[in-house]
């Protein structure tokens, strides 16, 4: 192809579209490139400005919102009522998936540090999905059970290994 | 000093400027508004029928079009084939049925006058035999009231009838259109209007309109498959009988059917008029009768009908329907009577919908207050 038509049919560069971007996040990357410009239409892109709050604590929940740009805080509040930073994340991660399945409320509250663009995508979403494009979903539903698994995998060995390292610390520690 | 003057003027005569026209715009706006809302009304009732018959086709036709979805085709291809489908389909049934419809038609206009005169005659019997049971219920003048309203309901008839031809004519040409464009961007329309909440509600806002398009979308299915097989069933049972317009009188039941509580009453008056006037009170009269109530109202509708199709949430207070129906009356006429209870059910599916939403998350909230406070 040369310069003049590609310039012509390619309004933007492959890697600049949402649905590339998509396709890098091991949540998605099950799909195929038709799958993924049908994601694209289906999540829902918004931008933040700077120490804007995504969602607090309590909050209903119905999705997971993943990173594109800018960086999120996630924090906890404790039972002092402090705030215990959780994480901060970056373009790629999502957090949020837990209630992307079931409806439950938000137990972290999530706020931008700076400019940010997130991707939303929803439990409405999903069950669109589900009904309209059985096996789109069916690889959704598969990525998201993957990471969550590992998540879980990953929590049950840290849970395993604070048990452990309380079981050998001195006793008067506590 | 003649300069501070000059500067004082200058300032009494800007007061004096901004107050007239503060005052003069303020009346401008007081009139407009006025206007601004009634040609609002006038602007809109050309457009709600054909609209609203437009959302009712585009959610009895959703599911189709999700069905050819699931195959090879895109949207816009299936909602094509769905709408030609339907084309077809209509088309087949207009040929079918238009002989006898337009024959029944050019009947029933001669017909309407005799069957008007003998109902209002029945009501002057009626009277009678109320005086002589109960005396002291006189000046009552129901003849009277009758024949004003059935001249009244007559005339109207009349005169639809001739400017039906371009309303129809300009119906067909605007729901098919906005029915296409109601299946092809409806999703994108609600998702443009929810996007424009702030990001902090946004989750909610869709969550919500998800939910509310749902029960939504139930609804009216449910509602219009109901009438049209209560509207079926009455229509066939009447056939049996020698009564004349059985398919008319099966088509009016249905849909006043769409009104709860009221709707069959004012259905099966035509019915039960017109038997009365040409059969007389024999075995075929209870014959029709039970047709409306029995196997049209009791078994079907309520027994089988309403547990399958509609949900409780739906369910309005009669209260509440007598008011929309007056309500949509005064707005719409005798469409707003039909489509009043709709939308009522409608608004507080949606408000229903909206508070479970809270209560459902706020529950867990509380416990969790009293935990921490506790």
């Given at each position: 192809m040369?310069?003049?038509?590609?310039?012509?049919?390619?309004?933007?560069?492959?890697?600049?579209?949402?649905?590339?971007?998509?396709?890098?996040?091991?949540?998605?990357?099950?799909m195929?490139?038709?799958?993924?410009?049908?994601?694209?239409?289906?999540?829902?892109?918004?931008e933040?400005?700077?120490?804007?709050?995504?969602?607090?604590?309590?909050?209903?929940?119905?999705?997971?919102?993943?990173?594109?740009?800018?960086?999120?805080?996630?924090?906890?509040?404790?039972?002092q009522?402090?705030e215990?930073?959780?994480?901060?994340?970056?373009?790629?991660?999502?957090?949020?998936?837990?209630?992307?399945?079931?409806?439950?409320?938000?137990?972290?509250?999530?706020?931008?540090?700076?400019?940010?663009?997130?991707?939303?995508?929803?439990?409405?979403?999903?069950?669109?999905?589900?009904?309209?494009?059985?096996?789109?979903?069916?690889?959704?539903?598969?990525?998201?059970?993957?990471?969550?698994?590992?998540?879980?995998?990953?929590?049950?060995?840290?849970?395993?290994?604070?048990?452990?390292?309380?079981?050998?610390?001195?006793?008067?520690?506590? | 000093?003649?300069?501070?003057?000059?500067?004082?003027?200058?300032?009494?005569?800007?007061?004096f400027?901004?107050?007239?026209?503060?005052?003069?715009?303020?009346?401008?706006?007081?009139?407009?508004?006025?206007?601004?809302?009634?040609?609002?009304?006038?602007a809109?009732?050309?457009?709600?029928?054909?609209?609203?018959?437009?959302?009712?086709?585009?959610?009895?036709?959703?599911?189709?079009?999700?069905?050819?979805?699931?195959?090879?085709?895109?949207?816009?291809?299936?909602?094509?084939?769905?709408?030609?489908?339907?084309?077809?389909?209509?088309?087949?049934?207009g040929?079918?049925?238009?002989?006898?419809?337009?024959?029944?038609?050019?009947?029933?206009?001669?017909?309407?006058?005799?069957?008007?005169?003998?109902?209002?005659e029945?009501?002057?019997?009626?009277?009678?035999?109320?005086?002589?049971?109960?005396?002291?219920?006189?000046?009552?003048?129901?003849?009277?009231?009758?024949?004003?309203?059935?001249?009244?309901?007559?005339?109207?008839?009349?005169?639809?009838?001739?400017?039906?031809a371009?309303r129809?004519?300009?119906?067909?040409?605007?729901?098919?259109?906005?029915?296409?464009?109601?299946?092809?961007?409806?999703?994108?329309?609600?998702?443009?209007?929810?996007?424009?909440?702030?990001?902090?509600?946004y989750e909610?806002?869709?969550?919500?309109?998800?939910?509310?398009?749902?029960?939504?979308?139930?609804?009216?299915?449910?509602?219009?498959?109901?009438?049209?097989?209560?509207?079926?069933?009455?229509?066939?049972?009447?056939?049996?009988?020698?009564?004349?317009y059985?398919?008319?009188?099966?088509?009016?039941?249905?849909?006043?059917?769409?009104?709860?509580?009221?709707?069959?009453?004012?259905?099966?008056?035509?019915?039960?008029?017109?038997?009365?006037?040409?059969?007389?009170?024999?075995?075929?009269?209870?014959?029709?009768?039970?047709t409306?109530?029995?196997?049209?109202q009791?078994?079907?509708?309520?027994?089988?009908?309403?547990?399958?199709?509609?949900?409780?949430?739906?369910?309005?207070?009669?209260?509440?329907?007598?008011i929309?129906?007056?309500?949509?009356?005064?707005?719409?006429?005798?469409?707003?009577?039909?489509?009043?209870?709709?939308?009522?059910?409608?608004?507080?599916?949606?408000?229903?919908?909206?508070?479970?939403?809270?209560?459902?998350?706020?529950?867990?909230?509380?416990?969790?207050?009293s935990?921490?406070?506790?």
């Amino acid at each position: 192809m040369s310069p003049l038509w590609s310039n012509i049919f390619r309004q933007k560069p492959e890697e600049e579209s949402l649905a590339y971007f998509l396709g890098t996040l091991p949540l998605f990357s099950d799909m195929t490139e038709r799958e993924l410009k049908r994601l694209e239409t289906l999540v829902h892109v918004r931008e933040y400005d700077a120490g804007e709050t995504v969602f607090s604590e309590g909050d209903p929940g119905s999705g997971l919102y993943i990173v594109r740009t800018g960086r999120v805080r996630i924090s906890s509040r404790s039972n002092q009522g402090r705030e215990i930073e959780l994480a901060v994340l970056a373009s790629g991660d999502f957090f949020g998936e837990t209630t992307l399945a079931s409806p439950a409320m938000r137990v972290a509250s999530a706020r931008t540090l700076e400019k940010a663009q997130l991707v939303g995508l929803f439990r409405a979403d999903l069950l669109e999905t589900v009904q309209k494009n059985p096996a789109m979903a069916n690889k959704l539903l598969l990525g998201l059970t993957r990471v969550m698994s590992e998540r879980l995998h990953a929590a049950g060995q840290e849970l395993m290994r604070l048990q452990q390292a309380r079981s050998t610390a001195p006793a008067g520690e506590e | 000093m003649p300069e501070q003057l000059s500067l004082t003027r200058t300032q009494l005569l800007l007061i004096f400027l901004v107050l007239t026209a503060s005052i003069a715009s303020g009346l401008a706006l007081f009139t407009s508004a006025s206007r601004i809302t009634e040609l609002l009304h006038v602007a809109t009732t050309g457009i709600v029928l054909p609209v609203l018959l437009s959302l009712v086709l585009a959610f009895l036709l959703e599911p189709l079009v999700r069905r050819f979805e699931r195959g090879p085709f895109n949207r816009t291809a299936s909602i094509f084939l769905v709408s030609l489908l339907t084309a077809v389909l209509l088309y087949l049934a207009g040929r079918w049925l238009s002989p006898h419809w337009l024959a029944m038609w050019g009947s029933l206009r001669t017909d309407l006058p005799r069957y008007l005169a003998r109902g209002i005659e029945l009501l002057n019997q009626f009277e009678v035999r109320l005086n002589e049971y109960f005396p002291f219920v006189s000046g009552l003048d129901l003849p009277g009231r009758g024949r004003v309203l059935a001249e009244h309901l007559f005339n109207e008839m009349l005169s639809h009838t001739t400017g039906s031809a371009l309303r129809l004519g300009s119906l067909m040409l605007l729901v098919p259109l906005f029915t296409f464009f109601f299946l092809r961007d409806g999703q994108k329309i609600i998702r443009f209007s929810v996007g424009l909440a702030p990001n902090r509600y946004y989750e909610m806002a869709h969550d919500l309109s998800y939910l509310i398009s749902r029960q939504l979308s139930h609804f009216v299915r449910g509602r219009i498959l109901e009438a049209a097989i209560v509207g079926i069933v009455v229509g066939f049972g009447l056939s049996f009988t020698d009564i004349r317009y059985a398919p008319l009188l099966g088509l009016f039941a249905g849909v006043t059917n769409l009104v709860p509580y009221l709707g069959p009453i004012v259905g099966m008056i035509p019915g039960i008029l017109i038997a009365l006037v040409d059969l007389g009170m024999g075995g075929q009269f209870w014959w029709i009768l039970a047709t409306y109530l029995l196997i049209g109202q009791v078994i079907l509708d309520n027994f089988i009908l309403i547990p399958i199709l509609i949900s409780h949430v739906s369910n309005l207070h009669p209260l509440w329907v007598i008011i929309a129906i007056i309500m949509g009356g005064k707005l719409y006429g005798v469409l707003g009577m039909i489509i009043g209870v709709p939308v009522a059910s409608i608004i507080k599916i949606i408000i229903i919908e909206i508070r479970y939403y809270r209560r459902t998350f706020a529950l867990p909230l509380a416990s969790q207050d009293s935990e921490l406070t506790g």
